[in-house]
């Protein structure tokens, strides 16, 4: 389960999925029957004295969150009223239907799908979901004749893999085949978790290594969760991949920013 101010978020995100427009009580964001309230543990997080000013501090937290990722919050909030209106409804509805299927196992390749069409509306560059199981190439000696295309020179599904552990490439904008750096982003449709995490890894470089032009240590390497990265989700020691989640396929305010210094 995410944190209380992402459960929070995404509790606001799908009561404007419903109404654009809503003043929210404690009933219509008290979404569960435990002995942990939602709210009581946002006051606690938020370090708040009311429920009022957690909510505040809340939105003001998560609009900090999504500044760092060079986007905007999906909605508003007037404290005075305690109003939201719905910015994006796009981005709301995505996550609500993330925040549906979350550790669905069925839904994993669903997943993969929808978070390659976001990402293709945010980045530049070719975009290619190669996991499995696939509507077309469903053979693997069609994998791997889609994947030369991609600069493989040599196969990556072997013997029993139906993906090499590929979930999606995403060919960045720079040089061209065999000489273009690939970002892997690996898909988990759960919670952040570091043993999951390393689990995709090892597939997905070793798959790397097949590439004809350039060593694996040039290409990225991602895993994407179900869930919301913040700094303190990871321990003190350096990442051998990036860690991503659904906040980082919210529309950018700008796809690319200058700065000659």
């Known amino acids: 389960m995410p944190s209380p101010l992402f459960e929070f978020f995404e509790v606001v995100a799908e009561e404007l999925c419903v109404d654009p427009s809503r003043v929210l009580t404690r009933d219509d964001l008290e979404v569960r029957n435990d002995e942990d309230p ?9 370090d708040s004295a009311s429920t009022a000013d957690a909510i505040e501090k809340a939105v003001s937290a998560l609009e ?4 760092r990722r060079g986007s905007k919050l999906p909605f508003t909030y007037d404290p005075t009223a305690g109003r939201f209106e719905a910015v994006d409804r796009d981005f709301l509805e995505f996550v609500k239907e993330m925040r549906s299927i979350r550790s669905v196992g069925r839904r994993s390749r669903d997943f993969e799908c929808i978070v390659a069409k976001r990402l293709s509306d945010r980045v530049s560059g070719a975009v290619h979901r190669v996991g499995h199981p ?42 061209a085949v065999p000489h273009r750096p690939i970002v892997s982003v690996q898909c988990k449709n759960g919670e952040f978790s570091m043993e999951t995490a390393d689990k995709s890894l090892g597939p997905s470089i070793r798959s790397l290594g097949q590439h004809g032009g350039l060593q694996a240590t040039v290409h990225v390497v991602c895993v994407l969760f179900n869930d919301y990265i913040c700094p303190e989700t990871f321990t003190a020691k350096q990442l051998n991949f990036v860690p991503l989640g659904l906040t980082d396929l919210a529309p950018m305010i700008s796809r690319v920013t200058l700065d000659l210094i």
Do not use: T, Y
Request: avoid cysteine; proline fraction near 4%; aromatic fraction near 8%.
């Open 38 to 46: 939602l709210l009581d543990e946002l006051q606690e997080q938020m």
């Open 64 to 67: 900090d969150h999504l500044k």
């Open 134 to 175: 696939r509507d077309s190439k469903r053979k693997r000696e069609q994998f791997n004749d889609h994947l030369r295309e991609l600069g493989f020179s040599r196969p990556v599904a072997l013997l029993a893999e139906k993906d090499g552990g590929f979930d999606i490439l995403w060919l960045l904008p720079l040089g």
